[in-house]
């Protein structure tokens, strides 16, 4: 043996720890080779690996604090809590006093429902805060309307919230669908999903406007107004969600919708049974009477000629990536 076994134990924690030099390294493992005492203290070195208990306690630390933030958050939601009690109280009590029993006390309640249901939701849920907060805050405010339309002795409630739904199901929906656990279920179907819950709110929305307002023809006038604009928005999202294609799902969307602004007029009127005529295209004249049909030919033909360009520019690209 070249060293003594004195000095490669001295080499062995640098060894272990990859630091020495080449030399070093090659004498090391030359001593190995021939002592196995020398090799059994490295095996040992090796196996006493502290990044096991480093990662534990790193994992324990961020366990920690994570408790600590969510406690923090859950005295701030009760202190909130507490504070919103005073109105309440307070309101409870007035409205009491002034003899005529509890009325708009029920206002005053809903109404901090709905505050809390932003404010204090996301403090104290511990997880799905986002989900969670929008579900109460759509919960509280059709509780509110449902309070004011019976304080009120109002006939419009089924109305007013289906129109709610609808309108916050618009802007909201697209976030619900990309919140924990409803995305993983949902996986390739988010868009679908939100398109459909859209469109039941939609048709549930015009059942309840027409059985408020009770007019006469409301169901055809509303679904041959509808159903061509809810058709479009089916066309446009299938188009968008699954034409791979950026050019020419591009190409597709300007064509159709060139087609529609050209023809929803008549589509609506012939679905209402009414023969209208098509639009005219009068190059020269700008008058009034002329320049809505100037207008749909304009909007077709530019669709048409930019959309067809951007489709074969596509079908081009393609060919030579082949
Ligand atoms: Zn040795």
């Avoid at 929906?173 to 390739?188: D, F, H, M, Q, S």
């Amino acid at each position: 043996m070249k060293y003594s076994c004195e000095i490669i134990k001295d080499l062995i924690p640098l060894y272990t720890d990859e630091v020495c030099s080449a030399e070093s390294r090659s004498a090391v493992e030359a001593h190995f080779a021939e002592c196995p005492s020398c090799r059994g203290l490295y095996e040992k070195m090796k196996s006493d690996d502290i990044t096991p208990v480093l990662e534990s306690d790193a994992a324990e630390a961020v366990a920690y604090h994570e408790k600590r933030v969510r406690r923090r958050g859950f005295t701030v939601g009760a202190v909130i809590a507490a504070i919103f009690m005073i109105p309440i109280l307070v309101c409870l009590i007035v409205d009491l006093a002034s003899g005529s029993g509890l009325s708009w006390f029920f206002i005053v309640l809903a109404s901090l429902l709905l505050a809390a249901s932003v404010i204090i939701v996301p403090l104290m849920v511990p997880k799905h805060k986002l989900l969670i907060s929008l579900t109460a805050s759509a919960a509280s405010l059709i509780i509110l309307l449902g309070v004011i339309a019976l304080y009120s002795g109002s006939d419009w409630f089924f109305m007013v919230a289906s129109c709610v739904l609808f309108g916050s199901a618009l802007v909201f929906l697209p976030i619900v669908v990309n919140c924990e656990p409803i995305k993983t279920a949902l996986r390739g179907r988010k868009s679908l999903a939100v398109f459909f819950c859209d469109t039941v709110l939609f048709c549930i929305m015009a059942v309840c406007i027409g059985l408020y307002v009770e007019h006469p023809g409301y169901g055809a006038t509303m679904a041959a107004i509808s159903a061509p604009f809810i058709s479009l928005a089916w066309a446009l999202m299938l188009i968008i969600r699954y034409v791979r294609s950026g050019a020419a799902k591009t190409g597709i969307c300007l064509i159709i919708s060139g087609a529609f602004i050209f023809s929803v007029n008549n589509a609506v009127n012939s679905l209402l049974g009414y023969d209208i005529p098509w639009p005219v295209l009068r190059p020269f004249d700008w008058s009034y009477a002329a320049i809505d049909g100037n207008i749909k030919w304009v909007c077709l033909l530019a669709c048409l000629s930019v959309g067809g360009i951007l489709i074969v520019i596509n079908a081009f690209s393609k060919g030579r990536k082949k």
